[in-house]
């Protein structure tokens, strides 16, 4: 089986810090690379982590605030500069279309290549993405706004003994941010290799979760441990709280195989 990768692009949540930029992920999985979310300064990270673009075709975006898509018009004039020929899929909720196009035909008119947009329900579980290795799925999420999860799931054929194939999954990876707490979505990342959830806030401040529908590490634990996932992954950590050890302190109180989401750091999945 190979190696999968995540590399945390910002896990900060919608105010930058000097810690922490907006949310951006790049996932490697059966030799190709994902991108999730794409918040401000994304691609500068990319750069100073001499992180190559020539496998990245697909970016999904959970959302449309503004910390998880700020990105893409920088992202995408910058690979046209690259001369890009291969396509760039992006799949969102339908507004991001009527949101990007007219910046693109304005500020890319010679782009190099085509952006290909492919709207996404949020608020339903299914299949938005397959090939012969890899599927991906969302996972409706509990926000201010349509927001959804991802779930990227590991294909391998295997003969039957009766000269056909029967695909097994493999490695599972699942992508929860932004959300309030929400049990609603443990069926779809049961026994899930890694969980990254979201971790804005530390229970100081969790009277802030219900207004802004967003999780604290605790909570994020505990999602973890009802879901029986293997390794827990947090961030979006709000700019409320500037010691980070304390949202790995309170998740690991409830799910030890927590990490901490740290920008710049790859972990393996």
């Given at each position: 089986?190979?190696?999968?990768?995540?590399?945390?692009?910002?896990?900060?949540?919608?105010?930058?810090?000097?810690?922490?930029?907006?949310?951006?992920?790049?996932?490697?999985?059966?030799?190709k690379a994902?991108?999730?979310?794409?918040?401000?300064?994304?691609?500068?990270t990319?750069?100073?982590?001499g992180?190559k673009?020539?496998?990245?075709?697909?970016?999904f975006?959970?959302?449309?605030?503004g910390?998880?898509?700020?990105?893409?018009?920088?992202?995408?004039?910058?690979?046209?500069m690259?001369?890009r020929?291969?396509?760039?899929?992006?799949?969102?909720?339908?507004?991001?279309?009527?949101?990007?196009?007219?910046?693109?035909?304005?500020?890319?008119?010679?782009?190099s290549?085509?952006?290909?947009?492919?709207?996404?329900?949020?608020?339903?579980?299914?299949?938005?993405?397959?090939?012969?290795?890899?599927?991906?799925?969302?996972?409706?999420?509990?926000?201010?706004?349509?927001?959804?999860?991802?779930?990227?799931?590991?294909?391998?054929?295997?003969?039957?003994g009766?000269?056909?194939?029967?695909?097994?999954?493999?490695?599972?990876y699942?992508?929860?941010?932004?959300t309030?707490?929400t049990?609603?979505?443990?069926?779809?990342?049961?026994?899930?290799d890694?969980?990254?959830?979201?971790a804005?806030?530390?229970?100081?401040?969790?009277?802030?979760?219900?207004?802004?529908m967003?999780?604290?590490?605790?909570?994020?634990?505990?999602?973890?441990?009802?879901?029986a996932?293997?390794?827990?992954?947090?961030?979006?950590?709000?700019?409320?709280?500037?010691?980070h050890?304390?949202?790995?302190?309170?998740?690991?109180?409830?799910?030890?195989?927590?990490?901490?989401?740290?920008?710049?750091?790859?972990?393996?999945?």
């Amino acid at each position: 089986m190979t190696t999968g990768k995540l590399t945390i692009l910002g896990c900060g949540s919608a105010m930058p810090t000097f810690q922490n930029s907006p949310s951006g992920q790049i996932l490697e999985l059966c030799d190709k690379a994902f991108m999730i979310d794409c918040g401000e300064g994304v691609q500068l990270t990319l750069r100073r982590m001499g992180l190559k673009t020539a496998r990245l075709y697909n970016i999904f975006v959970s959302h449309l605030h503004g910390d998880h898509c700020f990105g893409l018009i920088g992202l995408i004039s910058t690979l046209g500069m690259m001369s890009r020929r291969q396509p760039l899929h992006i799949y969102a909720h339908a507004d991001l279309e009527k949101l990007l196009r007219p910046l693109l035909d304005y500020h890319c008119q010679d782009l190099s290549f085509e952006v290909v947009f492919h709207a996404i329900n949020p608020r339903k579980a299914e299949v938005v993405y397959e090939d012969r290795t890899v599927s991906v799925s969302t996972i409706p999420l509990k926000h201010k706004v349509p927001c959804c999860g991802f779930l990227f799931t590991e294909k391998h054929r295997r003969a039957d003994g009766n000269g056909g194939f029967y695909v097994e999954s493999r490695r599972r990876y699942a992508y929860c941010s932004d959300t309030m707490y929400t049990e609603k979505i443990l069926p779809l990342i049961e026994g899930t290799d890694t969980l990254f959830h979201e971790a804005t806030y530390t229970e100081q401040y969790a009277d802030k979760c219900k207004l802004t529908m967003h999780s604290t590490a605790r909570q994020a634990a505990e999602i973890a441990k009802k879901a029986a996932v293997g390794q827990l992954i947090i961030g979006h950590y709000s700019a409320r709280v500037d010691d980070h050890g304390l949202f790995l302190q309170e998740a690991k109180e409830v799910f030890p195989d927590t990490l901490m989401a740290e920008e710049r750091q790859q972990y393996q999945i």
